[in-house]
């Protein structure tokens, strides 16, 4: 059983800065693929970005590339998304989830473990 729980989401004006922090059980990182999802007010869950195993490759949508930067450290069991140059249709729920495959996946249904979920919410 994985257990995931996000933190570091909060307030924050347009252009701002947060990273977002989602701590795993051990060996996590080095078992599952790591993927970020976000849902915003009356919005579907949407792919954010993504890692694979041991961080072999990372993926991000076509809305915050460039902005988003995921990582992880294998030895704190944390995956982390740097997200910068924030826009108010960043805001939403933020859910880290891991999937058991070596490489990420852009679908939610790939990801057998979810976190609860942090809040972002950008002020324009």
């Known amino acids: 059983q994985v257990q995931l729980a996000e933190s570091g989401g909060g307030l924050v004006q347009a252009g701002g800065s947060l990273r977002l922090s989602c701590a795993a059980s051990?060996?996590?990182?080095?078992?599952?693929?790591m993927g970020w999802f976000r849902q915003g007010p009356g919005k579907e869950r949407e792919f954010v970005a993504a890692i694979s195993r041991n961080g072999i490759s990372t993926g991000y949508a076509d809305s915050v590339k460039g902005r988003f930067t995921i990582s992880g450290d294998n030895a704190k069991n944390t995956v982390y998304l740097q997200m910068n140059s924030l826009k108010p249709e960043d805001t939403a729920v933020y859910y880290c989830?891991?999937?058991?495959?070596?490489?990420?996946?852009?679908?939610?249904?790939?990801?057998?473990?979810w976190g609860q979920g942090t809040q972002v919410t950008v002020s324009s």
């Open positions: 051990a060996r996590t990182l080095s078992r599952y693929a």
């Open positions: 989830a891991a999937d058991p495959k070596l490489y990420y996946s852009q679908y939610g249904r790939e990801y057998d473990y």
